[in-house]
């Protein structure tokens, strides 16, 4: 057990003396980062890349499928667009020729509805009418134009509607029956009749006759590659739609042309491919993927059926060559490489990333000890940062520099040096003390705001405001706060002094006088001002919350001195300085600024009537 018990005791000891041993060493940061960010970078890396690469090539996959479905989806939808609005078409015209009850006299009537269902559906090459007589008659498309016509079945079969040529003939229930694609003199067309019968005695059938060329102008705005070949086969393997890589110079044939001999390989492999090497879409199983060959190269056949059209199953689909939807996994045989460059890169950054951080730590050292003296006129600006912390340390140490600075604009910086000179944490206590209180206000402000512009009425009162300011320091008053259009000060705190209401009667003079000779030098009175002063006991000092306070003057006293300057306008409702004061002021100054005694007035809030005295200023002065 003792034995034990000195193996473990030595153990730890010598734990002890190596962690003692590696804390006498002073670690460079940029040492520390450049170890740490290379080992991470190396031993990841290789992890990362196993990881990256398989889920690379899956994802591959699933956007390869993702990608096919898309494509066959828009070549489905392009398709649908092209034929069922001629459906659509029919199916309206043959309610309208049924609803009006049109007969064989109101041809030209229904000839013009045809011409307006052409015009809005340009993918109908013609709109043709067999009444049961054997007349034909119909509008069709002409190179730049909408054509009429009108004849006999057996005089001009070419006219005929294509379902009549050995096609099953339409339903009497209104529903269309498309017909069999076929090839005639301009190009190949399919074809959709409705058969229609009117009470009035009209019977026949209306068939819409669609290009299928226009088909393939419309799928090739859905081309994606320049390599990409888009296509569109029945079920006897023709080809009904064909729109061919931009740079393929197959000589390939007339639309309706078997697959076999279109001229195209690829086709011509696709549809010998057995089923065993067709893979379909783990997402849509209605989609497959071939590989085929042709000549030395191998393409990616991606292709679906659509059903519905000409009586038969059509399929549908677009190649391109394998080398181009494989050319990702190329990619990936490059990665390992830049991944092991990117490693050595990373432990040079992170060099480079320690420099860059500890360089500006050491300016926050010095600028924050700087601050602590409360020196912030030796703190120089710190530049900013590309890394965003150490960009947040250099705005806040420049904050804090320009705080202090601003400190002295915000609050009173009057006030400020009073309390520190005072005792800091002794002024600011809340207490009671006898103080004289003033209260300005402008009069009339509310027109006055509504005739000036901003920036003049913006001007015009922080001028007022640093000449109010000037005579209430000057002699030896402190600001309390801004009061909308007027302040509030007061005398006799935080430090005491003797005769604070004469200064206060004083500093009202001084701001009649400098108000006097402003408007003399303007030559007019912009400022009309009533000040209301008293004396009186009043709680001074930090007044609100924790977070937020003021150092402040509250009580009846500072209540009566805004009664007071509220009363100016009743005693001197013309005056341009009017002056104010309690006898309690106006005694404690021994009445040396020529106030005259008003009277007793009964000031609102108060029961006991308040002796008034005061002066007024007029054009002129006094």
Avoid at 302 to 308: A, C, E, L, N
Avoid at 316 to 343: C, E, Q, R, W
Wanted: charge should be positive; charged fraction near 20%.
């Amino acid at each position: 057990m003792g034995i034990k018990w000195a193996t473990n005791k030595a153990g730890l000891n010598a734990l002890i003396s190596v962690k003692k041993y590696f804390q006498k060493f002073q670690w460079s940061l940029a040492v520390l980062m450049s170890v740490f960010f290379g080992l991470l970078v190396a031993i990841s890396g290789s992890s990362v890349l196993l990881l990256s690469s398989k889920a690379n090539i899956k994802n591959i996959e699933v956007l390869g499928w993702a990608t096919g479905s898309l494509a066959i989806e828009a070549i489905r939808n392009s398709m649908l667009n092209h034929l069922q609005p001629s459906e659509l078409v029919i199916s309206d015209l043959r309610w309208q020729f049924q609803n009006e009850n049109y007969t064989a006299h109101d041809r030209q009537e229904m000839l013009t509805l045809l011409m307006g269902s052409m015009l809005g559906a340009s993918n109908i090459s013609r709109l043709v009418f067999v009444e049961d007589t054997g007349l034909i008659w119909g509008v069709k498309q002409n190179s730049n134009d909408l054509a009429f016509f009108s004849r006999k079945a057996k005089t001009h079969p070419h006219d005929l509607p294509l379902w009549l040529r050995n096609a099953p003939v339409p339903s009497v229930n209104g529903k269309p029956t498309w017909g069999a694609l076929k090839e005639v003199k301009g190009g190949q067309f399919a074809n959709v009749t409705v058969r229609v019968e009117t009470k009035a005695g009209l019977s026949g059938y209306l068939t819409a006759v669609i290009s299928m060329q226009k088909l393939s102008e419309h799928l090739k705005r859905l081309q994606s590659s320049l390599n990409t070949t888009l296509f569109a086969l029945n079920d006897e393997g023709r080809v009904v739609a064909y729109v061919a890589a931009q740079n393929s110079t197959l000589p390939t044939q007339e639309l309706l042309t078997p697959a076999k001999s279109f001229g195209d390989p690829v086709l011509l492999e696709y549809i010998k491919t057995p089923n065993s090497k067709i893979i379909y879409s783990p997402v849509k199983k209605d989609i497959s993927a071939s590989l085929v060959s042709s000549g030395s190269k191998d393409f990616f056949v991606i292709s679906s059926h659509v059903k519905g059209f000409a009586l038969s199953k059509w399929t549908i689909g677009y190649y391109l060559p394998a080398s181009i939807a494989l050319s990702t996994y190329d990619t990936i045989k490059y990665t390992s490489i830049i991944s092991l460059m990117v490693v050595f890169l990373t432990v040079l950054l992170a060099v480079l990333l320690a420099r860059k951080i500890s360089t500006p730590l050491q300016e926050v050292a010095k600028s924050a000890g700087y601050l602590a003296d409360f020196q912030p006129g030796k703190v120089k600006p710190m530049p900013g940062s590309n890394i965003k912390e150490m960009n947040q340390v250099a705005n806040a140490m420049n904050a804090s520099a320009q705080g202090l600075w601003a400190l002295a604009r915000y609050v009173p910086r009057n006030l400020l040096l009073k309390l520190m000179e005072a005792g800091f944490e002794q002024a600011i206590t809340a207490k009671e003390a006898e103080v004289t209180v003033m209260f300005t206000d402008i009069v009339d402000f509310t027109s006055l705001s509504e005739k000036l512009p901003v920036n003049e009425l913006s001007k015009l009162l922080n001028d007022h405001f640093e000449l109010l300011i000037q005579a209430v320091e000057a002699e030896g008053g402190t600001l309390d706060k801004y009061l909308g259009d007027g302040i509030l000060a007061f005398w006799n705190a935080p430090n005491a002094m003797e005769n604070h209401a004469q200064a206060a009667l004083r500093a009202a003079d001084n701001i009649a006088r400098k108000l006097a000779e402003q408007a003399e030098a303007n030559g007019s009175w912009p400022i009309r001002t009533r000040i209301g002063i008293h004396t009186g006991r009043a709680i001074v000092g930090n007044i609100g919350t924790q977070t937020l306070s003021n150092y402040s003057v509250i009580g009846d006293t500072v209540n009566v001195a805004n009664r007071l300057q509220v009363l100016g306008k009743e005693l001197y409702p013309d005056a341009r300085v009017a002056i104010i004061a309690s006898v309690n002021a106006a005694k404690a100054a021994q009445n040396c600024h020529s106030l005259k005694v008003v009277g007793k007035r009964q000031l609102r809030g108060r029961r006991v009537p308040v002796e008034v005295w005061g002066k007024d200023y007029k054009d002129g002065g006094e």
